[in-house]
Every structure is written in C-alpha cells, then in structure tokens.
Nanobody
Framework: QVQLVESGGGSVQAGGSLRLSCAASRGIRCMGWFRRAPGKEREGVATFHTDGTTRYADSVKGRFTISKDRAKNTISLEMNALKSEDTAMYYC?????????????????WGQGTQVTVSS
C-alpha cells in the first residue's frame, strides 16, 4: 500500500506557471502525473523512473518538467506556458510497468487529485 499526498494546483491565466508536488509514503520506482479534463479520458502527462528516465506527453513537452526528490519520496511537476487546454484534474500516480509508461492501465495507486484551471 502507498499513500500519495498531492499539493499545488490552483487557477492561473494562460501563459502562467504552476507547480504540483506529490509525496509518497515510501520509495517508488515509477511515479508520474496524469490528468482528466472535463468530458475527456484520463491521459498521462509525465512519468519519472528511479533510473532518471522521464517521459512526457507530446502536448506538454518543452513546457512541463517532472523531477524527483529521492530523499523525500516526492515528485514535482513544474508547468510553464500553461494553456487553457491544460485545465484538468491532475492525479499523482504510481506506475507498475517496468518502462514507466504513460498508461492509465499500468497504474497501481492514484492520488486524490488536484485541480488546475487555466483561464484564457
């Protein structure tokens, strides 16, 4: 069992920045962020493997950066140049696949979610 505690999120105007953080109750090999926009399916945003490998959805490459503080079992998602289409509920997740892919069906644990709203 893993407990995930998310923080950050909120409302910002387009072009602005936000930072999300997620603290896990123990060390995790693969952690990441997913999001679900209204009326859409949940999609992978970014993942961080303990070997340092990161993956990003094409829609956020160059704008979002995922990082990890291993000592604190915490991952963060720095989101810059936010767009209205980034508006969604963002979920911290623990991945189960060896490759730490952006797949919702390869998630073992989910956080409670934190809302990000970008106004144009």
């Amino acid at each position: 069992q893993v407990q995930l505690v998310e923080s950050g999120g909120g409302s910002v105007q387009a072009g602005g920045s936000l930072r999300l953080s997620c603290a896990a109750s123990r060390g995790i090999r693969c952690m990441g962020w997913f999001r679900r926009a209204p009326g859409k399916e949940r999609e992978g945003v970014a993942t961080f493997h303990t070997d340092g490998t990161t993956r990003y959805a094409d829609s956020v490459k160059g704008r979002f950066t995922i990082s990890k503080d291993r000592a604190k079992n915490t991952i963060s998602l720095e989101m810059n140049a936010l767009k209205s289409e980034d508006t969604a509920m963002y979920y911290c997740a623990v991945g189960t696949s060896r490759d730490c892919r952006l797949r919702s069906d390869e998630i073992g644990f989910w956080g409670q979610g934190t809302q990000v709203t970008v106004s144009s």
